[in-house]
């Protein structure tokens, strides 16, 4: 099933999804570059540990960015196959105003809604 976007809307969320892959791809290796220079010659054991809790928490922050960069790569392959912007759960096609909102999204906001209650029933 193709979903019923226009021509323009699909353009429009691949180059939103591409600026934000080449935003948080450059991000990232400014991370690398920043975490491998800094702190390899720090004697001080309290400095140290200041720097390490720092990257821990670039670290954190960098690992939820990946998670986002796959799923950006995910959905700039359905625009690619066609499939952007169609719940995966029940097949419909995902409003305009959800995507904007979140593009990435794989649900419509009824399947969204009923996964997240599942989840909080079982304590996930």
């Not at 699909?10 to 690398?32: G, H, S, Y």
């Not at 670039?58 to 799923?71: N, Q, V």
């Not at 959800?98 to 999204?105: D, G, H, Q, S």
Request: charge should be neutral; hydrophobic fraction near 35%; include cysteine.
């Amino acid at each position: 099933m193709k979903p019923t976007l226009s021509p323009s809307d699909i353009a429009f969320f691949k180059a939103l999804l591409q600026q934000e892959l080449d935003a948080l791809l450059a991000r990232a290796n400014e991370t690398v570059s920043y975490l491998s220079r800094i702190g390899e010659t720090i004697p001080d054991p309290l400095d140290r540990a200041a720097v390490d809790s720092g990257r821990e928490t670039d670290l954190r922050f960098r690992e939820r960015e990946s998670r986002l960069i796959r799923k950006i790569r995910a959905t700039l392959r359905k625009i690619e196959e066609e499939t952007f912007g169609i719940c995966e759960s029940c097949g419909e096609d995902i409003p305009i105003s959800r995507l904007k909102a979140r593009p990435v999204t794989a649900h419509c906001i009824q399947c969204k809604t009923r996964m997240e209650s599942w989840e909080r029933a079982a304590g996930l």
